[in-house]
């Protein structure tokens, strides 16, 4: 999908090793795993915490230009919704080619509904743009 | 607590490097910002907290 995705926690890369190959859940991991022991990174994107020394649940999408588009953040005990990433990724994609056009929350993929140049004629009328 | 300074939406990410282990080589290598956008490629960063414990 001209994307790739990267882990990132305080481990060190000799770690990510070990636990990639003694993990048979991590079996068919592809994606390089990168190593941040100093926090430089996690800081930088706001999720280090500074009292474990560890990173938190975030998720960030980076355009091919290096923009920041989407970042969201769970506390230690909040799974992350895969769907709900590739919804977003594929959404940024489109929007990327398509840039007179937005995606609602509904939009899935390509060919659901989209709202195409919002302005002044839509104000107080989403309902319609939208059905 | 979790440092606060996080950058916005919309924002250019600052130039960065990280040492990796790939899998897919079985080698150690490197991820770097600048690679991504010379080679014109999106990019998801995904944190979690530590090795061994579930993600």
Known sequence: M???VVTVSTDTQFVHLAWKKSEKELAN???PMAADPTGKVSRM???YDEASGLALRGTFVVNPEGVLLNSEVNFYNMGRNIDELMRKFK???YMAKKTNEVCPSKWKDEGDKTLVNPG???VGKVHE??? | MSDATGLK????VPDFELATYDPVKDDFGK??????IARKRWTILFFYPADFTFV
Do not use: E, P, R
């Not at chain 2, 991820?31 to 991504?36: G, M």
């Open chain 1, 2 to 4: 001209g994307c790739d």
């Open chain 1, 29 to 31: 991991v592809k994606y």
């Open chain 1, 45 to 47: 994107f706001g999720v």
């Open chain 1, 91 to 93: 959404a940024n994609v």
């Open chain 1, 120 to 122: 002044a004629k839509m």
């Open chain 1, 129 to 131: 743009a939208l059905s």
């Open chain 2, 9 to 12: 939406l919309g924002q250019n």
């Open chain 2, 31 to 36: 991820f770097s910002l600048a690679d991504q």
